[in-house]
Each structure stands twice: as C-alpha cells, then as structure tokens.
C-alpha cells in the first residue's frame, strides 16, 4: 500500500500523475491519492472578491485563515474543482477512482480551532472564525471497503470536527495520517520541487538521504511548506509507515520514479 | 428503500430536510439523496463573470448550456459547495453520510452530448463543446457497498461518459434511475411548490394523485422543470418504483410528509 500526496500549487502535472497511477494500479499496486488545493483556492477567493489570507502562527508557521466563506470557497475548489478533475482524468484512463473529502463517512476526524493565535507586525492576535482543524482519527473502514472493492480513493483535505463540522486542513499531515492508519509500506509526498534542499532554491543541493532519527537536524534548511511536510514525514515514520518519499510532482511519471529513490528518501 | 430529490433551486430548507432524514434513518429508513446545484451554480457563475446561459431544445426543454468552463463551475457549486454542506448537516445530526458525484467509481454512466441543438430567435442553430449527458447505466454496487456499511449516500448531478468524461446531468433523472436501479419502494421529488399545481403557481390547485396510466395527460399542465420531474416519474413507474411524490421542499419534514401522501403521489 502506497499513499500519496500531491501539492495543491500552481503546475503540478496532473496528467502524468494519473498517468503513473493507472499504470501502478495496473500492476497491482494499491494506493490512495491525497490532494490539495492552495492554488485553486487562491484563484476563486480572488475571483469572487474574497482574497485569501495567510497568517502566521507563534510557532513560525504559515497557513491560510479560514474563515466561513473560505471555507466554503475551499470546499468548492479542493473538494469539488481539483478532487472531480482528478477523478475524471483517472476515470479517464480506465482507473476505478472514487473522489472523497475527509468529512464523507468521517473519513478524516479531529478538533476544530475556532480560535487560533497569530503573529502580525510583531504582535500577537487573536482570530475567530476558523474553520481549520488537525487529525486525530482516521476511520479507515471506508477506506477498506473502497479498496477491498477495487476502487482507487482520492482524497480532499477536509476533516470533520468531533462535532461534524467541515474544517480545512494540511493535506501533508492529512496523508501522513492516512498512511499511519492503513499501514503503508510508503507515503510519497510530490511536490513543486525535487526533494529537500540544502540551499533552496538550487535544486543542484538536494538532500538524497535522512535517517528517520536525524530529521529534526533538517528541519531548519526547510523552507516553509516544507517544514510540515518534514514533520508530517515524521509523525509517520514514527507510527510505522515504511519510508517517506519528497520528491517531484513535475516530472514523468512522478510516483514510479520515487519509489525507485527519486528524491529525499527518509527511512 | 426511498430516493429523495431535493431541488437545487434559491430557498431549499437543508436544515429542515436534514433533520427529517436524521430521524428517518434513526427509525431503520434507508435512504438515498440526490441533489441539484443550479442556484449555487448561477450565483458562482455570475461572480466569477462567467454567466449562466440557457438554452431551449426543438421539443420544448430550457437547460443550461454547459461548455468546459461551466462544468468547472458545477463541479464547485454542485459537488464541492452544496454536496458538502449537505454532508456536513447531516454529520452534525449524526448520520453518516458520504458524498459522492455519479463520476466517483462511475456510479451514473450514459453518454454525452457533445453537440447540443437549440431554439434561439425562433432559428434551430447548433451548440458545440456542451458538457452535458443523459443516463443509461446505474453502476449499484459502490451504492450497495456504502448502504450495507450504514452510510447515507448524497449525490450530485454529475455522470461519467462512457470515455470517463464528467457530464453535467438532470438532477431529476438522475434519481429517477438511481431509485430504479435500487428497486426503491418510493421517490420522492422536493421542490419550491407543493407539486403539480393545475393553475401554475395558485398553490391551491394541487392536484394529489394521479395513475401511472395517465402521466402523459398531465404533461401540458407542468411548467419549466416541472414537465422533466413527470417525465423522470413516468420513467421510474415503468420501470418498477412503486409510486412516486412531488412535494414541497419548503415545509418541516417535508419526506415524512410526502411519505404519508403530502403532495401529487403518481402511482
């Protein structure tokens, strides 16, 4: 079983991905695909005057401030514009896919921070309204019953609250849970890049190689999303996934060429 | 086994609806819901400068005209928006509900209609690049599969082409071949009137039954979607649902009361 996570930004090749899948579910390999959605979100929020925006927490983390209406702008671009294209082009290619946010059948389940504590100019603030969330459980059930049936499930970044509310959450980490849950052999996060990188952005540093015990050691050479996928890669290795896999959403076939090494292979 | 349609039109009580099915599937009640999304769609089309167009056939029908950009929009409006915030309702009450489109694991399947020909200045003119679809094929077993696991299924109006291509479908037909395909004892049609009314829109001329026999009779009586809702009806009597309720999506329990003959019950 492999999980994969593919980055929601600008120029990610959907199509070789897909490509790459159904040959992989060809041969027999089982896999669940986790999507973002960042970039289509930003176009919408724009589009219909209600601009992202992104604040910074304490702990020198970026992410986006959702409130209701994001909420709902990211609903309609993660879970119905880039999940249905994907599963469209899978359906495409003969591959049996099945598009899923993590509030269907409470696939994705944690606690709501409807208050959340930023940085801005300095100071620390205090926003209400949101509507983002982090993994506690992951109800699998679902999951095997897809599987089990020959589907390949693809997966929006979406939680619910304990209360059965929609929240936004990282994908990254969203993946990594699932690979924890299902006990993958392999969680291959793909992305604008080819891997870590020691001096970014020159992709001539890349990192080809961390033990599951030094990463904590890497994690100031990340750059900002890279960070969380650092101690999403973590949290799984930890739990029991196999290896972790950063590697390049941008190339032929991506998944196929990480699972050889491509890449930032912690293990 | 029901098969609910709830219109996709301004005005629809979800809350209401919600809370209806909640207790429903409490009492033992399975249920399948199809949904629309041509308000949401028309709201989201106009704010990102994308307006709606409609278009009449040679025979009569008004529907939209969807080209590529337009089911990107039904794909955010239909699955992404209202599929989710149906989903995220129902969760809240408790009910384990999963939403799906008819692309995820091809559950609707038929073929598209590429070339589309309309009415326009009393001209028949041909439309290219329409996104749009007729069903011929219910795949139950993703159905089947979600039902026997206690999950409630919410489906939007998007099928598969036989190419895998995502369509943009009627709402109405949609369920009419859903509760074909599941053998379902009742559908239950909910929209923003009481049912067929004889003198559109006096609420007071309900008409509350009509034969199977005698659908075709009734036709010119129905206005705008009213006229595909008896078509779909007639489909589905034929093809063995036991009867089927048009009903007002308006009021407080609007299945339960359609269940015990609220409405215009054709069987």
Redesign the interface.
């Known amino acids: 079983m492999i999980v994969i996570k593919v980055g929601g930004g600008a120029g990610i090749a959907y199509d070789t991905l897909c490509a790459d899948l159904a040959a992989l579910t060809r041969a027999g390999q089982r896999c669940v695909l986790v999507h973002g959605g960042s970039h289509e979100t930003n176009t919408?929020a724009e589009?219909?005057?209600h601009p992202p925006r992104f604040v910074t927490s304490p702990s020198g983390y970026t992410s986006r401030y959702t409130d209701r209406k994001t909420l709902?702008l990211f609903?309609?671009?993660?879970?119905?514009?880039v999940?249905?294209?994907i599963?469209?082009r899978?359906?495409?290619?003969?591959v049996?896919?099945?598009?899923?946010?993590g509030?269907?059948?409470?696939l994705l389940e944690g606690p709501r921070k409807a208050v959340i504590r930023i940085i801005e100019d300095g100071k620390q603030k205090v926003l209400r309204d949101d509507w983002t969330g982090t993994i506690e459980k992951v109800n699998t059930?679902?999951l095997h019953?897809?599987l089990n049936?020959g589907?390949l499930p693809v997966i929006a970044p979406?939680a619910?609250s304990y209360?059965?509310?929609?929240l936004n959450v990282d994908g990254d980490r969203a993946a990594a849970a699932i690979a924890v849950a299902l006990g993958a052999d392999t969680l291959v996060l793909l992305t604008n890049v080819p891997g870590l990188l020691r001096a970014f952005p020159d992709e001539h540093t890349l990192v080809r190689q961390i033990s599951r015990t030094d990463v904590e050691e890497y994690l100031p050479l990340a750059q900002g999303r890279m960070k969380k996928k650092l101690l999403g890669a973590s949290e799984a290795l930890t739990q029991g996934v196999g290896r972790v896999i950063l590697s390049d959403a941008r190339v032929a076939e991506p998944v196929s060429r990480a699972l050889t090494g491509e890449g930032t292979v912690i293990a």
Chains 1, 2 share one sequence.
Request: no cysteine; charged share 20%; hydrophobic share 55%.
């Open positions: 919408l589009q219909v005057g709902e609903l309609m671009a993660a879970a119905g514009k999940n249905k294209l599963v469209e899978l359906q495409g290619l003969g049996n896919a099945v598009g899923l946010s509030l269907d059948g409470r059930d679902l019953l897809l049936a589907f979406i619910a209360a059965g509310e929609a």
